[in-house]
């Protein structure tokens, strides 16, 4: 899925490099890099690169786990990593089983249970809501250049005013998740709210979509990846412990 | 039929169900199963609407024989299947849709040779109406059906049609003049020259094997063309509504028994409820409730009516959003990762999401309620 409209504006702070990725001589380390670049990376590659670039800014050699003690990365960027942190220190991550694969673009991300890990890292699950910012305005772009390209009665599909509302809902919804990582203070619930709203916008393109959203090998399977990494990633909470 | 029937009847269809769960996940993996070891786990013929003369061993409720070949027995069983396994439900053989065109547009010829194909042991069927670039839009149908001698050539492409690479027959919507009455439905048997169903792999309701048909000049004889000895209203896209407004409220019940299966699965898996939680669990106890009530007015008004969809849209809008919400909460409900902790979960949010476009999408539904109303079709309080 390539979106055809103009990028997303280059966010305020260090500009991004034009690939989106760290050039790899001056790499930054752990929490330095400004987290919207991760947005325009996930905007024009998609959710495997963005994740890799994510993982190479925050967490390298590491699997980051998620509060349920899961991992959901790239399959490279997945077979690199030599370790994970538990709670009394790190651990080998030899021997750990694959929990499922999902297919997305043209490679899989990989899921996996850790036994005990550490709390996530703060840096890895606003980095992670930055990147389905990226996809969700990757998402909207493609759902309106499909519907442009589709017609009733003689009429572009675009055009229809049941559709144009859908496609604003799904717009304010971006705007809202954007308007909150802007002001981002730390606080977990404004958060949770940008996961629940870029979820809302999913589901809302895969509407515009119709069945072709609901194709593995189409937009829906990107959109997966982004439920996939919310569900993987929350932000810390009291409220969703069993 | 009574309440305590019907009540009955979904009884008899839990047990029933209780095959299909547990094989739900395999048959996600791998929906050839459907073909060879699905049918076997529940008794198909009961199920899928057989008539009387095909369906020697029917269900029994109290005694009386039931076909589930109205829409309100379908909607009660249907749903109690699909809280099992909604790709289940739609992967069994059997007529579904194509069954309600032959109803409408069939000769006796071409009727008994539909149920002796379908009858004759698991046979699915399928209904080819969407296309690739104008979806169900009728005005823009490009599969044509042009006279070759004496015999007739279907040739075009559809695309979303369940079940078509497991079939021997289905009904194809193709043009044959221009213009509204211009389009024709015809059954089409799988085994003819220039037919082929490609498997489309999708993310949710993996069972159904949605796919592509690609047809190039089939060869079709004048007994394949249904409704010819009908007037030239009542034709394809004349049939072809009414299989919709019958068949709406059936997608209607699926997408609520995965919304039920939801709502059990967070009540089974969590222990104690926080207030707010209880408070939001009370709220979907109360929507399932409205939607099955609203899914079996709409199940009557199909029956009584099958001109009228406006029931039917109604229902198909309130369980499709139901499904979707109550599945993607559940989520969140049950913690970090759940969905890689209760793959059941995680496949009901997949399949929820078939619904919204099976059998027209929700704006579709809108229009056509909103038209319905203001014709006076609800038998609301201005008619009384």
Known sequence: MTPTVAPPAAPSGPAPSPTGRPAPSSRPRAGSVDPRRHRLVAYTEGPAAALAALHDAVSPAVLPAGPGGHTLLPAETDAACDRYVACDGPRSRAGLPELARVPVGDTDLVARRLPRPAPPDPAWSTGVAWIRLGLAERLLAAAAAHLRGRSVAGAPTLNLPLVRAMLADAAAGVAEARALLDTDDGDPSALRRVHEGLDEVGRRCLHLFGAAGFLADGPGSEVRASELLADTYPPPTDLEAP | MTTEFLADLRALARDQATALR????????????????????????????????????????????????????????????????AGAVLALPGPSMSGSVIADLADDEQRERYWNTVADGPTWTFFGMTEPAHGSDPGGMTTTLRPDGDRLLLTGTKRYVGNAPRARLGVVFARRHSGPLGVVAVLVDTSRPGFEAVPLPTLGLRGLQLSELRMRD?????????????????????????????????????????AQAAYDLVTAERRGFRS???????????????TRALVLAAARSADRDPADGTLASAAKIRATGLAEEITTTAVRMLGPGARWEHPLLDKLVRDARAFEFMEGTGNIQRLTLAQGYLQGRLGDARAA
């Open chain 2, 22 to 85: 547990a094989t739900a996940l395999d048959l996600d993996r791998d929906p050839t199963l459907a073909t060879t070891g699905l049918h076997r786990a529940v008794p198909w013929r009961q199920l899928v609407g057989l008539p009387a003369a095909y369906n020697t061993d029917p269900l029994r409720v109290r005694g009386r024989p039931v076909l589930l070949d109205t829409c309100v027995e379908q909607v009660t069983v249907l749903e109690e299947l699909a809280r099992a396994d």
């Open chain 2, 218 to 258: 089939v060869p079709i004889e004048a007994a394949d063309v249904l409704g010819r000895h009908r007037s030239a209203t009542r034709q394809g896209m004349w049939a072809a509504t009414r299989t919709f407004h019958r068949y709406r409220p059936v997608v209607s019940c699926l997408a609520l028994g995965v």
């Open chain 2, 276 to 290: 707010h939680e209880r408070h939001l669990l009370d709220g979907w106890a109360q929507r399932l409730a409205g």
